[in-house]
């Protein structure tokens, strides 16, 4: 992984519940990535929740539901 490449993670059931509910969001409110970003981790499929941490002067973390194409 390069230093300025961003981290991609495919989040955990519980885990994209309990950010589901500290938003007070559904899941088709996130916004979408789709499968086919080579970005993705391997294992991923439509449906799952992907977290993307940036790592700069500030961290940010960002969430996006996996579509298909």
Excluded: C, W
């Amino acid at each position: 992984m390069y230093a300025s490449q961003t981290k991609h993670s495919k989040m955990k059931e519980e885990e994209v519940k309990n950010l589901l509910e500290k938003f007070n969001i559904s899941l088709g409110q996130l916004p979408k990535i789709k499968i086919s970003d080579p970005a993705l981790p391997e294992g991923v499929k439509e449906g799952d929740v992907i977290k993307i941490e940036r790592k700069n002067e500030k961290d940010i973390t960002y969430y996006r539901f996996v579509v298909s194409d």
